[in-house]
């Protein structure tokens, strides 16, 4: 068999096991198993969340609180990572993390499930593209002259919409274009830290490794009141978690390009461990530089969310920290290419099974380009407007990172009791039942501890927004959504649907 006639049959395989679970080959199945990887390890970008959180565990605890606790967060990130991986080779469905809930935990769980990934995911855009603009300014305004604290509010708005809009554009014209750039993002990313942590070892002031290992009470005034003074190192140790939590996220992407993934049983859960683990070796490696080269970890802490803009001045010369920052701006840039991406398809699979308003709308798929345009669109625009009233985006943004995770760990918690039973299938990456159970506890637990913690003053208002979410979520459901949502095809309506199926995927055929 040549290899043509090979990634055919591929494709064939594909085309078939969608159609299993009730859906048409509507979107352009392209991307490569690399690429699939690219995509969820440009939208993790340690360059970003590495850089913007270092601050959260430098000053809970030092050093240590970045060396171990790195490390400690990584490996539990991981495991929510294998367990998704599992479900996502059992279930390859663009808006994975909406299917799997709902097949393994009924619709109405599917269903908050979808939201809170869905919110989630749209603040993470916001979230990303306001980081974009905010280094992009600060780095590049002293160069041509211009003071970035000048720049208020409209300018903010008008950069967000620059942004954005771009990127949606770039997602419209489609997969192909999108993957080539988020396969650059994956080298950039490569690159671009290996070159920082080889900077920050030559021109560091230290290479006491015992910093990594030594734990200080950083709280209160002496790490910038980051945290709230307390007296329990090992509280702080868990606010300090949230360094490499806030960073590791976004693997989700690769189960939202499922549809779009050559091969997509074996290589999205592919996809996402090794953005995972890959993240959290050359992140740690980094992050843990930054300590190494500070002339001092105490001041490094009181310097607060600029512990690594005053670190790169305190010993990098110019040229090479401005090379750096522009490279840094790029690799944010093309996260936030990433998180349109995974957002809009995402919103293209709920609006698929009726979830959203205007679903008919938002289920579209444009017939040349083949990709969601009406949903990636409606993705920039609400990304834009979430960033307009700041005072509340700040407390918006910390709640939507617990909202990824809720959604992250959901359809573990189900699949813990469907295993083997209601899911008795699996996909081609399996740990086997009882592999999955342990680990899927630990996963729970450890999200229900990044719930705990990622509400702690001050960000004890995220503990609002989320359970107001919640609430506002169980009424909706009880009110009416239950009446009417049917969400994924399921039993005898499968069978029923798959002359409805060829015919959408011969008028998208026909219409390109």
Request: with cysteine; charged share 10%; glycine share 10%.
């Amino acid at each position: 068999m040549s290899q043509k006639q090979e990634i055919a049959h591929i494709l064939e395989e594909d085309v078939k096991r969608l159609h299993q679970m009730g859906y048409a080959q509507e979107l352009l199945r392209r991307m490569s198993g690399f690429s699939n990887f690219a995509i969820s390890f440009s939208m993790i970008c340690i360059l970003a969340g590495g850089i913007t959180s270092f601050h959260l565990a430098l000053s809970a605890t030092g050093g240590g609180g970045v060396g171990v606790g790195w490390a400690v967060g990584t490996i539990l990130t991981f495991i929510v990572a294998l367990c998704m991986a599992q479900i996502a080779s059992a279930y390859p469905t663009a808006g994975g993390l909406y299917h799997w809930a709902s097949i393994l935990g009924g619709r109405g769980w599917g269903w908050a499930a979808a939201w809170l990934n869905l919110a989630g995911l749209i603040f993470v855009v916001a979230a990303v593209n306001i980081g974009a603009y905010l280094l992009t300014v600060s780095t590049l305004g002293p160069v041509f002259g211009f003071n970035p604290a000048s720049l208020g509010l409209k300018e903010q708005i008008i950069g967000m919409i620059l942004i954005t809009f771009s990127q949606a554009l770039l997602n419209h014209f489609g997969i192909r274009v999108t993957s080539r750039l988020t396969d650059f993002s994956g080298y950039l990313i490569f690159g671009v830290s290996a070159l920082l942590t080889i900077c920050m070892i030559y021109y560091g002031k230290s290479a006491d490794l015992s910093r990594l290992i030594t734990f200080v009470n950083m709280s209160g005034d002496a790490g910038a009141g980051v945290w709230p003074a307390a007296g329990s190192i090992g509280g702080l140790f868990l606010l300090g978690l949230l360094l490499p939590a806030y960073t590791i996220t976004g693997y989700d992407a690769s189960a939202h390009t499922s549809e779009e993934t050559i091969s997509a049983a074996h290589n999205v859960p592919k996809g996402i461990v090794r953005s995972v683990l890959y993240s959290g070796i050359f992140g740690g490696v980094m992050v843990c530089s930054f300590v190494l080269a500070m002339p001092s970890v105490s001041q490094g802490a009181a310097q607060g969310s600029n512990a690594f803009f005053w670190l790169m001045d305190s010993i990098m010369p110019y040229s090479i920290k401005i090379t750096i920052e522009v490279l840094i701006c790029l690799a944010n840039y093309l996260c936030g290419l990433a998180c349109v991406t995974s957002t809009s398809r995402m919103m293209f699979a709920f609006a698929r099974d009726g979830g959203l308003p205007a679903s008919g709308l938002l289920r579209q798929v444009h017939a040349n380009h083949r990709t969601p345009v009406p949903a990636i669109w409606c993705t920039a625009i609400l990304a834009i407007a979430a960033t307009l009233y700041s005072p509340a985006y700040v407390t918006l943004t910390s709640a939507c990172v617990i909202f990824l995770y809720l959604s992250y760990v959901m359809p573990t918690a189900v699949g813990i009791f469907a295993i083997g039973k209601k899911w008795d299938k699996m996909g081609p990456f399996s740990m086997g039942i009882m592999a999955f159970r342990f680990l899927g506890a630990i996963a729970v637990v450890f999200v229900l501890v990044l719930f705990m913690i990622g509400t702690r003053p001050p960000n004890d208002r995220a503990l609002y927004v989320t359970a107001g979410v919640i609430v506002l979520l169980i009424v909706a459901w009880f009110a009416g959504v239950r009446r009417h949502f049917q969400g994924p095809p399921t039993g005898k309506k499968i069978d029923d649907l798959q002359k409805e199926l060829r015919r959408r995927e011969n008028a998208v055929d026909a219409a390109g």
